[in-house]
């Protein structure tokens, strides 16, 4: 994740989006993207739950320059109006609800200046991978871990099995998500007032195909 091949891309289109003008990033972290596009010059603000990941912001240089408001992405308000609002790697689908989401949205609109975008990069729910009848598959083997994805595919929730081997035994980490289509973050733009501008499958700018595993995709508040 903090690789320059994974960071460089994302921030270049990042950049490109503000178009000069000040940004905003829900869930902004311990600013693995924040950090370094504030570098590039954009004004950057952000809104976090955690206090402990503001704490290591504050010690990366250049983080104590950023305006970080504590509190949840889909109700946090912060002043001004932003050119661009943001929303990397997954973060979406930590809000396990729809309607959560659905706020999320409209947070995001409500803080942009018309004319200005929202961003969101997001996987796409790996169904497929299911074999009938099953409801979970294997994403990934190590030497000492081993990772499983649960699905309910009723109510849309995933849930990221991890389990570790340590010296105590085998430790069991586990992450919900509400997991959700393209097809449904188009409807929750629509209701926020925003419209799809662009999609791709990755930052690079790659066409969103059927076997896309996630997406970036921008929508636009109407001047």
């Not at 000069?20 to 311990?30: D, F, K, N, Y």
């Not at 600013?31 to 370094?36: A, E, S």
């Not at 402990?52 to 949840?72: N, S």
């Not at 942009?112 to 074999?131: A, H, K, N, T, W």
Request: proline fraction near 6%; charged fraction near 20%.
């Amino acid at each position: 994740m903090f690789a320059p091949e994974a960071v460089d891309p994302a921030v270049d289109r990042l950049a490109e989006l503000a178009g000069g003008r000040p940004a905003l990033e829900l869930a902004i972290g311990t600013g693995r993207i924040g950090l370094p596009l504030a570098a590039r010059g954009v004004a950057v603000s952000g809104i976090e739950l955690s206090s402990a990941m503001v704490e290591r912001l504050r010690a990366k240089p250049g983080g104590a320059e950023i305006a970080v408001t504590m509190g949840d992405m889909a109700t946090t308000t912060v002043p001004g109006r932003f050119g661009l609002v943001y929303l990397v790697f997954n973060t979406l689908v930590n809000l396990t609800s729809q309607d959560a989401q659905v706020a999320c949205f409209r947070n995001a609109a409500d803080h942009l200046d018309p004319g200005g975008c929202f961003v969101v990069e997001v996987g796409i729910p790996q169904l497929r991978r299911l074999p009938p009848g099953e409801r979970g598959n294997v994403i990934g083997i190590e030497e000492g871990y081993w990772g499983i994805d649960e699905f309910e595919v009723v109510e849309q929730k995933q849930v990221s099995h991890h389990f570790s081997a340590t010296d105590d035994g085998v430790r069991h980490r586990q992450i919900p998500f509400r997991y959700v289509w393209p097809s449904e973050l188009d409807l929750m733009a629509r209701l926020a007032g925003l419209r799809l501008r662009y999609r791709w499958a990755d930052w690079h700018g790659a066409p969103l195909t059927a076997d896309s595993r996630s997406h970036v995709s921008v929508w636009e508040k109407p001047a």
